[in-house]
């Protein structure tokens, strides 16, 4: 035991496998070849279960393929149009008529070329009795004739909305050979006056069953509907599973679509005989192999065991702290390719090391010039209220109340990325029109007018300030007794309608269309060298925020100045 702790891994490795695989053949041949037989079985199985799966996705896709054709028939204006000229027809007599049923027949080839299939028939029965069908062959339209009466006997009609199954017109004891269909049906409403059109019968002939049944040739297959009567296939398998069919592997899956159960058996005889000789040769193999093995393995031992070393060596050292170590990758064998990676990834963790150690430098720095950049705007907003007491306590109320404005501004402004209200972007509104009155010196009237359902919406932080600022620098350019700026907001159409009207400077009508242009078009559409970037800011803000519904334009008022159109949808 100590020798053997003494080896190496991969030799420890080799010792192991060899004495684990070689003591327990002898002893386990009997066990190995049951452990295999029901290994073979359970493949068996889940191979029937996923041939089986295959099976029931085919049929279900077929089903899919009946209802949706037979719905589209039954809400087709066209196919209800030419229904309602055949309501009352028993048989073909004028060429309405005949159009009316050919164009109907087409739908069912449409339908047919579609599909890919010659399994799958259509044909309409009307209120009287005119059968409209598509029948290829004398035969199938004798079957449909013989099995109608059964079929209709079946049909409820006052089920407009789900495709009833029909069943087979068959009657016991079935013949295995004989030619018969699986019948669905859907009862066509007409929408107009609720009443009965007539019938889509839809047949699915056997011979559909036993191509999907018989493309496995090592087991048969049966399927039977929720009601457990027989559908297709082998009718030698039950619905039930019986202790006396121990000889055979049974498989079972119920439809989604309609819950019928499909059922496919395999016989075991076959499979235990292919067990016995795989297990024989895979013995002889086995043994084989193992001898070889050992003495490969321990043969090239000493060999494959000296780059691993090498390669432990070097991650021991690079571990220690020795990152300029790699590993001598010469030759083209795995062990060297793999040394190669390892130098790669050394290299990687290298630089990584390096970067981290210059990351945390620079965010060192930034942690301090962030701690700083918090403390200026604070400051200034601290130096601002000492200067508004110290005035407020002097009487001096116009200037201290400036100052309050300005502080409630510069507040705002280092929460831009917050929503607000439109009463409390209208307030901020008000402090900056202040602001801009006493540094341009003028008189302005600032007038708001929100309804009650507008003054509750949230909106971008500062968004209508350049169009003040806009409106004061370019639309008051020339000084003016009477400046007025008025602020309407209102809901319309389910969207927010904002209104930012001056009586200053009106613009020229080229000027203006080009400046609708501006704010219409896209990021980058669009070149404006520099000016009316508040307005171009505000379209690019309503359209990152609110989609393209969100809308900005320019209008000349009509007795002067100009009028902003804001239009932004409620979310």
Known sequence: MRYFQAMTFYKRLQMSLLLLVLLPVAGSAIFTYYLIQANVNQSMQE??????????????????VIDISSRYLAQDTATLSRMRTLKDTTAIRTYDEFESAEEIKLSFQYFGEKNLTNHIQFFIENPKGLIIHNQKTVEDYNRLLKDL???????QMHTYITLQTLGTSYTYPLQEDLSYALYFGRVIQDPWNTEDLGVIYVTLSNSYFKNLFTQQHLGTMVLYDSAGQYVAGDMNIPYYRHEKRNETLRSEVNLPINDWKLIYETSRAPIAGDVKGIYLLASTVVVLFIVLFGWLSFLIAKRLHRPI????????????GHTEIRFPDQGQDEIARLGRTLNIMLENIK???EKNKQEHEQNRILELQALASQI?????LNTLNSIKISLSMAKDSFHSGKIHSLTRLLRNYLHTGENATLQQECKLLEDYVEIMKMRNQMQLVFIVTLSDEAKLLEMPKLLLQPLIENAIV???????????LEVIGEIIDK????TVRNNGVSMAPERLTWMNQLLTAGEGELEDNGKRVGL??????????????ATIQLQNHRTGGIDVFMKIPIV
């Open 351 to 353: 630089e990584l090391m």
């Open 536 to 549: 171009t800011n505000i379209a690019q803000r309503l359209k990152l925020t609110y989609g393209s519904e």
């Open 149 to 155: 009466p059964v079929i209709q006997s079946r049909i």
């Open 474 to 484: 370019h639309g008051f350019s020339e000084r003016k007794a009477d400046a007025q």
């Open 495 to 498: 969207c927010l309608c904002i």
């Open 309 to 320: 070393r090498k390669l432990e060596l070097t991650a021991e050292q690079f571990g220690e």
């Open 47 to 64: 191979r029937n279960s996923a041939y089986l799966n295959l099976v029931s996705q085919e049929i279900s896709k077929t089903l899919d």
């Open 376 to 380: 200026r705007p604070h400051f200034l």
